[in-house]
């Protein structure tokens, strides 16, 4: 097992769920926590969706690390799929980093300035959403790539997909 955690595409496919997976995680428990108006409850969330959010950063890393490989041992279509999923992921990453800065500052500024709580919580939770259906769209690309039972449709051949190099 230590000899796949130094390969970088089985270290990809160990990490890439967070992001989808922790951010809905954490949707959800903000979703309750603001409902029930309970501020240990949305700390929690803040965090869950900070670290998953966050995850996007060596997810995307160790993607682009195992590219080469995974392009190499792909049929055409998976190839295509695969730097579909590439741009998307490397397009979209900075809303994770945005979404992870907001909960960070959801959690860390109303220590100071209380009255920012609601706000930064309730802006946390509109771009957790986004990323959350981000991350489904990038990851369907994703899907293809090693799956082609989940293709039901060729790859895109329009603006969205241009030949990626590393």
């Known amino acids: 097992m230590l000899q796949q955690l130094q390969q970088p595409e089985y270290v990809h496919v160990l990490l890439n769920p967070l992001p989808v997976y922790m951010t809905a995680a954490g949707v959800l428990a903000l979703t309750l926590a603001m409902l029930l108006h309970s ?66 500052a959801a959690i860390v500024l109303p220590w100071k300035f209380p009255r920012t709580a609601p706000a930064l919580a309730a802006a946390t939770l509109v771009f957790a959403v986004v990323a959350m259906g981000i991350g489904g769209w990038i990851s369907h690309a994703g899907g293809q790539v090693r799956h082609s039972e989940f293709r039901t449709e060729p790859p895109v051949q329009s603006t969205e997909y241009h030949e990626h190099h590393h």
């Open 39 to 104: 501020q240990q409850a949305q700390l929690v969330a803040l965090i869950t969706i900070l670290v998953g959010c966050g995850a996007v950063w060596p997810v995307v890393e160790y993607g682009q690390a195992s590219y080469d490989r995974v392009f190499a041992m792909s049929n055409h279509d998976a190839q295509q799929w695969l730097n579909i999923h590439v741009k998307r992921a490397e397009q979209s990453a900075p809303v994770f980093y945005i979404t992870a800065v907001l909960a960070l």
